[in-house]
Nanobody, 124 residues
Framework: QVQLVESGGGLVQAGGSLRLSCAASGRTFTSLGMAWFRQAPGKERQFVAAIGWSADVTYYADSVKGQFTISRDDAKNTVYLQMNSLKPEDTAVYFC?????????????????WGQGTRVTVSS
């Protein structure tokens, strides 16, 4: 089992920045592929960004490319999502997800473990 705990959400004005964190426990972190998804009110959960075993291997949804950065610190068992130039349409609950096998995946069904989510609200 893997436990994931997100933090760092909150209320921010448009144009501002936030950094989300996801702390993992329960399994060797370096064996996990990690990702962030988000779910806006009334919408389906959507892929945001993923990172593989190697921190050099990342993938982003087109909607956040150049705006968000995913990274991992294996010494701290933590994955981050740096979000810059935030827009009201970035408002959502952001979920951290983990999958065994370590490779990148874009579908939510490919992930075995999920955090509870952290809410991000961007005001205009």
């Amino acid at each position: 089992q893997v436990q994931l705990v997100e933090s760092g959400g909150g209320l921010v004005q448009a144009g501002g920045s936030l950094r989300l964190s996801c702390a993992a426990s329960g399994r060797t972190f370096t064996s996990l592929g990690m990702a962030w998804f988000r779910q806006a009110p009334g919408k389906e959960r959507q892929f945001v960004a993923a990172i593989g075993w190697s921190a050099d291997v990342t993938y982003y949804a087109d909607s956040v490319k150049g705006q968000f950065t995913i990274s991992r610190d294996d010494a701290k068992n933590t994955v981050y999502l740096q979000m810059n130039s935030l827009k009201p349409e970035d408002t959502a609950v952001y979920f951290c997800a983990a999958r065994t096998g370590g490779g990148l995946a874009l579908l939510a069904t490919a992930y075995d473990y999920w955090g509870q989510g952290t809410r991000v609200t961007v005001s205009s």
